[in-house]
T-cell receptor, first 110, second 112 residues
Framework: AQRVTQPEKLLSVFKGAPVELKCNYS??????LFWYVQYSRQRLQLLLR??SRESIKGFTADLNKGETSFHLKKPFAQEEDSAMYYC????????????FGKGTKLTVNP | DAGVIQSPRHEVTEMGQEVTLRCKPI?????LFWYRQTMMRGLELLIY????????DSGMPEDRFSAKMPNASFSTLKIQPSEPRDSAVYFC??????????FGPGTRLTVL
């Protein structure tokens, strides 16, 4: 069964500090991992997709198959990064279904 | 493109009433998803359609919930009768094969 664990419900950092949002997954097949971001009372937006290996808004995430992790990182957090972050897991090759973690609420303090 | 469109944006109803949520996916997308978001359970997939056909409805909580997709540009999620525990934000998302999911703005449902 597919499972996504985001161990931190809340994460608070100061502006300019590094931030890491943790995501671990459980899946026997070839995974495809995503990070979605939801700003206050807005729709979820795709932030990163592991196969594209992009850096968006300064965020990066590396898929570590050995540790079954896909942690989201940013070296210098900004106040506008405050949002809810969801890690999601799908099957590589185009499976329709995504399983989402419960989310981590990031607060970046001035 | 306006993106995924959902209506209404807010719905307040009384227990026992029927509630219908609507979704218009992005034109050309062939998959549509309905999610429910609550503080306690996070984001849960309720059902998804591929080419208008329901593929997986294992997340639908009970028979009070039903979803339809009569054509490629419209889907409904119906709750009948509604209960206070159904209060949540309901998101619709769509995608075309090979891309990520695009989410709508959500419908905030309150059942009194």
């Amino acid at each position: 069964a597919q499972r996504v664990t985001q161990p931190e419900k809340l994460l608070s950092v100061f502006k300019g500090a590094p931030v890491e949002l943790k995501c671990n997954y459980s899946y026997s097949g070839s995974p495809e991992l995503f990070w979605y971001v939801q700003y206050s009372r807005q729709r979820l937006q795709l932030l990163l997709r592991h196969i594209s290996r992009e850096s968006i808004k300064g965020f990066t995430a590396d898929l570590n198959k050995g540790e079954t992790s896909f942690h989201l990182k940013k070296p210098f957090a900004q106040e506008e990064d405050s949002a809810m972050y969801y890690c999601a897991l799908g099957r590589q090759g185009g499976s329709e279904k995504l399983v989402f973690g419960k989310g981590t609420k990031l607060t970046v303090n001035p | 493109d306006a993106g995924v469109i959902q209506s209404p944006r807010h719905e307040v109803t009384e227990m026992g009433q029927e509630v219908t949520l609507r979704c218009k996916p992005i034109s050309g997308h062939n998959s549509l998803f309905w999610y429910r978001q609550t503080m306690m359970r996070g984001l849960e997939l309720l059902i998804y359609f591929n080419n208008n056909v329901p593929i997986d409805d294992s997340g639908m909580p009970e028979d009070r919930f039903s979803a339809k997709m009569p054509n490629a540009s419209f889907s409904t999620l119906k709750i009948q009768p509604s209960e206070p525990r159904d209060s949540a934000v309901y998101f619709c998302a769509s995608r075309i094969t090979g891309t990520s999911q695009f989410f709508g703005p959500g419908t905030r449902l309150t059942v009194l």
